[in-house]
């Protein structure tokens, strides 16, 4: 079992940046690739990005890349989100998710554990 509680969301101008935080407990986090989903208003969950168990890669979604960084500690056994340049149709609930599975999925489906979810919500 893994805990997962995301921090860090808040209400930001547009054009701003926020940090998101996500701090695991139970098993140990550095046997998990972690992702970042977002579920706005009305919307399906969607895929925003993800990290290997070690960090040593990232992936992102089109609409974010180049604007958000993903990132994680296993000391610390945290996982960021670092939004940059936030747009209001970024606005949502953020959650951080878990896979235990080595292949990588964007999907929502193939995570294992999720957070409780954190809202940014971006003003224009």
């Known amino acids: 079992q893994v805990q997962l509680v995301e921090s860090g969301g808040g209400l930001v101008q547009a054009g701003g940046s926020l940090r998101l935080s996500c701090a695991a407990s139970g098993r140990r986090f550095s046997e998990y690739a972690m992702g970042w989903f977002r579920q706005a208003p009305g919307k399906e969950r969607e895929f925003v990005a993800l990290?290997?168990?070690?960090?040593?890669?990232?992936y992102y979604a089109d609409s974010v890349r180049g604007r958000f960084t993903i990132s994680r500690d296993n000391a610390k056994n945290t996982v960021y989100l670092q939004i940059n340049s936030l747009k209001p149709e970024d606005t949502a609930v953020y959650y951080c998710a878990a896979r235990a599975q080595v292949v990588l999925t964007t999907s929502r489906f193939g995570y294992d554990y999720w957070g409780q979810g954190t809202q940014v919500t971006v003003s224009s």
């Open positions: 990290i290997t168990r070690s960090g040593g890669s990232t």
